[in-house]
């Protein structure tokens, strides 16, 4: 027997993650939690890197569309290889972000994702910018994105402070990924976070039982 179509509404694909970005003296902290969801509803994955390199201090996390974020950030990679090699100096975060929005804005009718770029350049250092749904660019100090964000604006608003130490930064970050992945049910995993400093990068990787919990799940 035919089964009948009972639903002829196309739905929107849902974010189903938690990403932040957050700049601090001399550096910038990017993280995600590591969970993707299949239209907000099944869990696919537990252990998924948000967290892409698109150069050497320059990464990107992404929100929406799994396979439209990683077919854009693939690309974007490309490019900034080929720009990195013509121009004979690592690219800007800013040439960087511009890449992401031209690729999110030429494909608006097709993509449904979005990014945060953050990263470190010899011309302006630390930086973070947001590309949005539709290919909009914007430059933050601090951002957030994702289904979970909407849990965490009064704490970002509430804690962030220009020109904090890395460690200050990273507690930051860790403490509104946490209380993010404790509240959004298609956010969790464990958090993964990348410092970006003059000095290089480095990857860290919080567990979720070792997540700060600020109340009974």
């Known amino acids: ?24 003296d001399g550096g910038v902290v990017i993280g995600s939690d ?26 990107c996390c992404m929100a929406g569309s799994l396979a439209d974020a990683q077919a854009v950030t693939k690309a974007a990679k490309f490019h900034l290889s080929f720009h990195s090699v013509q121009m ?23 993509l449904q994702a979005g990014f945060i770029t953050a990263g470190w350049d010899s011309r302006t250092g630390p930086q973070v910018y947001v590309v949005s ?5 914007v430059r933050q100090p601090v951002t957030i994105g994702g289904s979970g964000s909407t849990y965490i604006y009064g704490y970002v608003d509430a804690k962030y402070k220009p020109n904090m130490s890395r460690e200050e930064c990273l507690q930051f970050a860790t403490n509104a990924l ?5 509240r959004d049910n298609v956010s969790g ?4 976070l990348v410092v970006i400093t003059e ?3 480095e990857h860290l990787v ?12």
């Open 34 to 59: 590591s969970r993707a969801s299949m239209g907000g509803e099944y869990v696919s994955s537990k252990t998924i890197n948000k967290v892409i390199k698109v150069h050497d201090r320059i990464f």
């Open 1 to 24: 027997m035919e089964k009948p179509y009972m639903n002829a509404q196309v739905k929107g694909v849902s974010t189903g993650t938690t990403i932040l970005a957050a700049t601090f």
């Open 206 to 217: 919080v567990p979720g039982d070792k997540l700060p919990r600020f109340h009974d799940e």
């Open 178 to 182: 946490a209380l993010a992945m404790g």
């Open 199 to 201: 000095t290089g990068v």
């Open 88 to 110: 004979e100096t690592p690219p800007l975060v800013i040439s960087a972000a511009s890449v992401l929005k031209e690729l999110c804005y030429q494909n608006k009718e097709e």
């Open 133 to 137: 749904l539709g290919g909009m660019l």
């Open 189 to 192: 995993g464990v958090a993964n």
